[in-house]
């Protein structure tokens, strides 16, 4: 089987999960889409209203203002990269009433992350990126606690480059706020953007990793 199809068959576990109660509201899961040979794939929350509408990952706003970023900072396609979440169904405040009747959304529970997880660790080690890009707190606790970092506070790591091995494979780990934090907090979009020509420069090989061993 091709990293296509791999993907594809992960897709559709996901598609008819039932692990946890997020499957009785979800109109559509999200399990990610891109390119199966992404070198670089980004990493969300949670789907939101749009996203759990559309059964795809980051066509919102705040997914507006990533593809921005994407195709004008990075200067890629968004068809080139690979887009998911950690959490693949949308998590709304009431578990009684459809998401799609709900407005608002929730952040996910360590028991959702817990259970949803494995979807995303088997994404990771078909496609084997280069560089991971942790969108926002939930993204960064998951994927920087694989690699033994720990942390308190976003603010002080973001724009910053871990080293680890995810998915079998030696990896770059970079990690910004998330995107929909410009919409609530405008000052943020300057800081995102300012990271993104940061992860520019580290896809062209101009900057080097920042180890963790130079945060202690
Ligand atoms: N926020 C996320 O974290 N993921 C999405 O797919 C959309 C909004």
């Given at each position: 089987?091709?990293?296509?199809?791999?993907?594809?068959?992960?897709?559709?576990?996901?598609?008819?999960?039932?692990?946890?109660?997020?499957?009785?509201?979800?109109?559509?899961?999200?399990?990610?889409?891109?390119?199966?040979?992404?070198?670089i794939?980004?990493?969300?929350?949670?789907?939101?209203?749009?996203?759990?509408?559309?059964?795809?990952?980051?066509?919102?706003?705040?997914?507006?203002?990533?593809?921005?970023?994407?195709?004008?900072?990075?200067?890629?396609?968004?068809?080139?990269?690979?887009?998911?979440?950690?959490?693949?169904?949308?998590?709304?405040?009431?578990?009684?009433?459809?998401?799609?009747?709900?407005?608002?959304?929730?952040?996910?529970?360590?028991?959702?992350?817990?259970?949803?997880?494995?979807?995303?660790?088997?994404?990771?080690?078909?496609?084997?990126p280069d560089i991971i890009v942790?969108?926002?707190?939930?993204?960064?606790?998951?994927?920087?606690?694989?690699?033994?970092?720990?942390?308190?506070?976003?603010?002080?790591?973001?724009?910053?480059?871990?080293?680890?091995?995810?998915?079998?494979?030696?990896?770059k780990?970079f990690?910004?706020?998330?995107?929909?934090?410009?919409?609530?907090?405008?000052?943020?979009?300057?800081?995102?953007?300012?990271?993104?020509?940061?992860?520019?420069?580290?896809?062209?090989?101009?900057?080097?990793?920042?180890?963790?061993?130079?945060?202690?």
């Open positions: 089987m091709n990293k296509e199809d791999m993907l594809n068959k992960i897709a559709e576990e996901i598609r008819n999960c039932t692990k946890c109660h997020l499957a009785k509201t979800r109109t559509n899961a999200v399990p990610g889409e891109g390119n199966p040979n992404a070198r794939v980004f990493i969300g929350e949670a789907p939101g209203r749009e996203e759990d509408l559309q059964g795809r990952p980051f066509v919102g706003a705040a997914g507006k203002f990533l593809t921005q970023l994407i195709e004008g900072i990075l200067g890629i396609p968004r068809s080139e990269v690979f887009i998911t979440n950690v959490v693949k169904c949308r998590p709304v405040p009431n578990p009684n009433v459809p998401a799609r009747l709900q407005r608002g959304n929730r952040e996910p529970t360590e028991e959702e992350i817990r259970i949803c997880s494995p979807y995303l660790d088997r994404q990771l080690e078909i496609i084997q942790c969108l926002g707190r939930h993204s960064a606790k998951y994927i920087l606690s694989k690699i033994g970092f720990h942390f308190s506070s976003l603010s002080k790591i973001r724009g910053n480059v871990f080293e680890g091995v995810i998915g079998k494979k030696k990896v780990v990690v910004t706020f998330h995107p929909a934090a410009a919409l609530y907090k405008p000052p943020w979009r300057k800081i995102i953007e300012d990271d993104f020509r940061y992860l520019k420069s580290l896809m062209e090989g101009k900057r080097t990793k920042i180890t963790l061993e130079d945060f202690f």
